[in-house]
């Protein structure tokens, strides 16, 4: 059963970068897509991007111009780093791992929230 | 970007319940629609992908069936557990997009 563990900074202020980290237990990245999706508060969730084995890269053109999403498969882990916050990138960001031909999200982080206030 | 448009946005119903979850897709996405599960302060939980197919563990009074591009997720028996918020998200293309949300409350 794999454990994906989110980790980062929890409170930017507006303009900073906005970094985390998945952590990803007992597994090997090869054969899966890892993905983040975040949910503002009281609303649903939104895909942000996500990364393969290979390091290639799918983005939500939404964010695309802010966005890198980064694989270190020495350290079993994947990055997420969004530039030039602002009060509309608040949420809880989530990671989680994507099936190969359905991409469907089959294991998740337990979430982290992350808010920009001046 | 291919939009789901899911509804009803939430929906009250009795433990025994048949309830019936509707989201439908702006383009052509085949079998690639999945269903989520979420409860206040967890992370979503994966129902059913590929359209039909169960996670394992799920269980089998949820069921997921398609009509061209209507995507339905059925829970048979409510029971007070699947008080929740569903989501239903579609893998064909990226955006990954998500709808809405449903929330499920029992009477």
């Known amino acids: 059963q794999v454990q994906l563990q989110e980790r980062g900074a929890g409170l930017l202020k507006p303009s900073e970068a906005l970094s985390l980290t998945c952590a990803v237990s007992s597994e090997s990245f090869s054969g899966y897509f890892w993905t983040w999706i975040r949910q503002p508060p009281g609303k649903g969730l939104e895909w942000i991007g996500e990364?393969?084995?290979?390091?290639?890269?799918n983005y939500n053109p939404s964010l695309r111009d802010r966005l890198t999403i980064s694989l270190d498969t020495s350290r079993s882990l994947f990055s997420l780093n969004l530039n030039s916050v602002t009060a509309a990138d608040t949420g809880v960001y989530y990671c989680?791992?994507?099936?190969?031909?359905?991409?469907?999200?089959?294991?998740w982080g337990q979430g982290i929230l992350v808010t920009v206030s001046s | 970007d291919v939009q789901m448009t899911q509804s009803p946005s939430s929906l009250s119903a009795s433990v025994g319940d048949r309830v019936t979850i509707t989201c439908r897709a702006s383009h052509r996405i085949d079998n690639f629609l999945n269903w989520y599960q979420q409860k206040p302060g967890k992370a979503p939980r994966l129902l059913i992908y590929?359209?039909?197919t169960l996670q394992s563990g799920v269980p089998l009074r949820f069921s997921g069936s398609d009509s061209g591009t209507d995507f339905t997720l059925t829970i048979t028996n409510l029971q007070p557990e699947d008080a929740a918020t569903y989501y239903c998200q579609q893998s064909y293309t990226t955006p990954r997009s998500f709808g809405q949300g449903t929330k499920v409350e029992l009477k």
């Open positions: 989680a791992r994507e099936g190969w031909l359905q991409l469907e999200a089959d294991s």
């Open positions: 990364i393969e084995h290979r390091g290639n890269t």
């Open positions: 590929a359209t039909s």
